[in-house]
């Protein structure tokens, strides 16, 4: 309770240095009365996730769909040493040499409502050995293929970019060995992170989380104010517990270093996460991660403008490049919690705290408007179309214009006692 | 030594994925050999770091050079007080309202050789309020010293954009707040840290340190691969120990990331630390506190290409844009390791793993050529010229072409036997 004291009498200095009052500071509950209803939130998470999460094959969408999954090292050896021999028997047979390349071409990508994902049609392409045009590209996957093999075998980790190097002379560039590294995962049916190629860690968590990182027990509620790097290679990821109610996912790096000053998840048990912008691959599978095994909501912490919105929507639904893993990608059920169009008049942002939309933001809105993703959700389109109507957008840190902790100390305590989020 | 065997049956595998041999794996001694190396290394270091640094006021540059240190909160708010005070007295006796603001011009700036970095001399401006010229900026460093007054009251710690948002309507735009800040750190004679005004954190550390954050104790041994995120406000960092014998500062994440999956600080006892990329603000800071405090040589891994020096140079010398504060943000004596434009052809990276370098490369290069922390190092100087000469450059991943594991396994334990640093 010393911490809410202090606090509070922050808040009130915060008076002093803003003309305005606080918007709806009195309007706050104790905080018992907010923790209870998180309570409830989590307790309707947490039954409802018991409830099987739906597959393709549920849909039977499996023979029309294509999707990858996560496999033990050994598995992605065999799959190799499958393909070869498959290959070789070919050979003799006078067939040639030829893989068969899931197309993942946006014509042969499909939403599908029920997952609210994007998924991979069964769409392919052969690519023969023996053809002018696709001799190299073949090359190149055998290349890849005993690249990966190599790093199953000794079990490391590497980026795109070492796999590049391996072999410059016949990758030629790198955007040549990434579009055949997606193709390796999609013939082998698994994961881009099951075949030890990891992306660079951007992301950051803190709060009330304990997890193992690569066998080191973390406790990232003594992470201090810099919080736990996220870990580049989500199999080496474990015994995830917490005694949170929520999951916090947050834009931007100076919301997400204001909350975790003012541990904000002391008062209200919850798990601070962020990707500093555009989520990476590590974000994604370790949000997706908490989500799978503590069964906690998912509330999402975005400026007001489109890109916010397809921030939310690729941690969500996915990206399209990457739509054969959305099952692994994709955290179901995020709910849109703030900085949300309605609240600028709500909240009362001054004017000059406000941008005007740009004709490209305003063009990413309209396209946004399009996506099933968006429309599935009633509440998204009307506070989406109000953005477009208005053309006005904010970031978090616009909420710092009646002083820099009524983020932390009103705004979401407030969306949390009313449950306002879509 | 479990680790090491594996870690050699690693490299041998190695031999298979490349048709190059291993170029200098033969030529590596014992770890025994290159561990007692480094124990030369760390105790000339240790040794050395006694002898009192030079100071301006050693070279007696203190009366025309200018400085801002460190300050407790205390006497931050003292020196706003007094400024105050002094305001009104010049109000009160008839002279107006007015501020000297210490010049941040290049023209005003200063490479000091005999302390190795860049620093501000003593000019300064009058920024009077009763002037249509000046009226707007006054008005604007009066409301920042009351903003860093409140944030120094309640203690806590913001970023440059929430101090733009506290007032959009007088600030206007970003640059405008941001530089008045920086005026406000000259005028005060004090760290943008002591103003409580802190970036967003970007860098990680792992290896051998034990730190506290923000009261919670870190043990970077115990980080798994993804290491901790350093504290974007190092004032709340602190108790730093460590048995390590070097820093490894690393420019780019992959390597980083192989590094610390490879665990190589248990092999060779070090710190590795990155900023991925540019160096920002806390990273910059969390290196010198360690070098400061546990008195340990730092070798730096960066790309052999201009910007590889220029980051290098930014951590050793400053940057000119902060010169005033580059006692603070700069760390003494950093050793270019690798990797080096000689290095290209005593390692023998292929060709093809070699990346022509632009006119903008080769300007920068010749510019850096100019620059006196470059000039003052015989070394550099020639490993720069041959850059520019070669027209070459190459990414510290062109290393993986000699299988993934040859940065830790072969080239670094080579470097570090070899004593290969400049």
Chains 1, 2 share one sequence.
């Not at 803190?206 to 790097?229: E, W």
């Amino acid at each position: 309770m010393g911490k809410r004291r202090r606090a509070d009498s922050d808040s009130d200095s915060d008076d002093d240095t803003t003309t305005t009052r606080l918007p709806f500071k009195n309007r706050l509950k104790p905080d018992s009365v907010i923790l209870s209803t998180l309570k409830t939130l989590s307790a309707a998470t947490k039954s409802a996730s018991t409830s099987k999460t739906l597959t393709l094959t549920d849909l039977s969408l499996s023979s029309t769909c294509r999707e990858v999954t996560d496999l033990p090292l050994s598995s992605v050896q065999n799959r190799i040493l499958t393909l070869a021999l498959n290959l070789t028997k070919s050979i003799l047979a006078g067939n040639g040499f030829s893989f068969s390349v899931p197309s993942r071409a946006a014509t042969n990508q499909l939403y599908v409502p029920e997952l609210d994902r994007i998924v991979l049609k069964d769409k392919s392409s052969v690519r023969p050995y023996a053809s002018v045009s696709t001799v190299r590209k073949t090359t190149i996957t055998t290349r890849i293929l005993s690249l990966i093999h190599q790093l199953s075998l000794k079990n490391i980790h590497v980026t795109k970019r070492d796999l590049f190097y391996t072999d410059v002379k016949l990758f030629q560039d790198q955007t040549q060995s990434d579009a055949v590294l997606d193709d390796v995962s999609c013939i082998l049916g698994c994961t881009r992170s099951s075949l030890n190629v990891v992306a660079a860690e951007k992301g950051v968590v803190v709060g009330r989380l304990v997890f193992s990182d690569n066998g080191d027990m973390i406790d990232c509620t003594k992470m201090g104010i810099g919080g736990k790097a996220i870990p580049p290679n989500i199999d080496r990821v474990g015994d995830m517990s917490s005694d949170a109610l929520f999951i916090l996912l947050v834009e931007k790096d100076a919301a997400y270093m204001r909350l975790a000053e003012d541990r904000f998840y002391n008062r209200f048990p919850c798990i601070i996460v962020t990707a500093k912008g555009q989520p990476d691959v590590a974000t994604r599978l370790f949000l997706r991660k908490m989500k799978m095994e503590l069964k906690l909501p998912v509330l999402a912490l975005v400026d007001s403008d489109p890109y916010g919105l397809k921030i939310l929507s690729v941690y969500g639904c996915g990206s399209k490049n990457m739509s054969y893993d959305s099952a692994n990608l994709t955290t179901p059920d995020i709910k849109w919690l703030g900085i949300r169009p309605s609240d600028l008049d709500k909240y009362k942002i001054p004017e000059q705290c406000r941008l005007p939309m740009t004709e490209q933001d305003i063009k990413t809105g309209k396209d946004l408007l399009e996506e099933d993703f968006v429309k599935k959700n009633p509440g998204w389109v009307e506070e989406l179309s109000l953005m477009v109507k208005s053309k006005q957008k904010a970031e978090i840190q616009a909420l710092s214009t009646f002083g820099f902790q009524y983020l932390s100390e009103v705004y979401l305590p407030l969306k949390l006692q009313q449950q306002d989020w879509l």
